[in-house]
């Protein structure tokens, strides 16, 4: 599976962006999809999980009730809404799939190339 994300940027704080992250090659329907970030200096953590059916949501505490990731399989796409923004939310965003439904990092076999946020105070 070949992941692409897309719709980072630079954003001055409180402001908003929505990330995608499509698929290529292979439908992304059965798969978990989750979001994970790294800031400079830090390790990568996940940000947000949606299941294969999308009933399922995970959320790390420090992005809750700002982001939402949500998945459309018509397109082949994963997005996370990204609401509120904080200087601290400044990182790369990597989408992956993976087989199980998980917030580890190590769940997941395949990876988008990374996108950056960068936000401002």
């Known amino acids: 599976v070949q992941l692409q994300a897309s719709g980072g940027g630079l954003v001055q704080a409180g402001d908003s962006l929505r990330l995608s992250c499509a698929a290529s090659e292979r439908s992304l329907s059965s798969y978990h999809l989750g979001w994970f970030r790294q800031a400079p200096g830090k390790e990568r953590e996940s940000v947000a999980v949606?299941?294969?059916?999308?009933?399922?949501?995970v959320y790390t505490e420090r992005v809750k009730g700002r982001f939402t990731i949500s998945r459309d399989n018509a397109k082949n796409t994963v997005y996370l809404q990204m609401d509120s923004l904080k200087p601290e939310d400044t990182a790369v965003y990597y989408c992956?799939?993976?087989?199980?439904?998980?917030?580890?990092?190590?769940?997941?076999?395949?990876w988008g190339q990374g996108t950056q946020v960068t936000v401002s105070s």
């Open positions: 949606i299941s294969s059916n999308g009933r399922g949501l």
């Open positions: 992956a799939a993976s087989s199980v439904y998980s917030s580890k990092e190590s769940a997941y076999r395949y």
